[in-house]
């Protein structure tokens, strides 16, 4: 249990020292100024983008993500947010790097992306606090170690998961 905390203690610096770069005083997300910086803001340029799918069954929410840079520039690291329309289960088990970051978000480090290539596999198994019938499943860029991404398409994606364990890619 230690290791997950020291985990959990680690990714949550890693998101504060990033929203602190940002001059985001909240932790509910990049917005606003932030946002506008981490889009324009001078840096290296790297286009982030996320591949995956999701899939809802009984409460469970399953979300699969690669992340992965075009360029031109490597990335040492990345944050990515999972912000869902329903609330999270009190208690989570999540994926080592990543972190609850509200009532219905989690926020995951994606390790080194570097240049024409993928970061790591993300793979969440989100307890959701009641069953719905859907939930829409918003997964963005949350910190980008200060790069600047001129492209949000590919890495700005909402899904509605149906309640039925089909996947929806993205």
Known sequence: MEVVAVRRCAVRSVVVAGLLVLGVSGVSGVSGEAGAAARSGPGPEADVAYHGRVSLSQGRLRVWVVP???????????????????????RQELAQGCARAGLREVVCETGALPLHGRGRHIGLLLELKEPVPEVVV?????WNGGASDRDLSNNQHAVLALDTGDSYAF
């Open 68 to 90: 992965q840079n075009e360029g031109p520039a490597a990335l040492p690291n990345a944050t990515l947010r999972v912000r869902l329309s329903a609330e999270l289960a009190d």
């Open 138 to 142: 918003r997964i963005d860029t949350w």
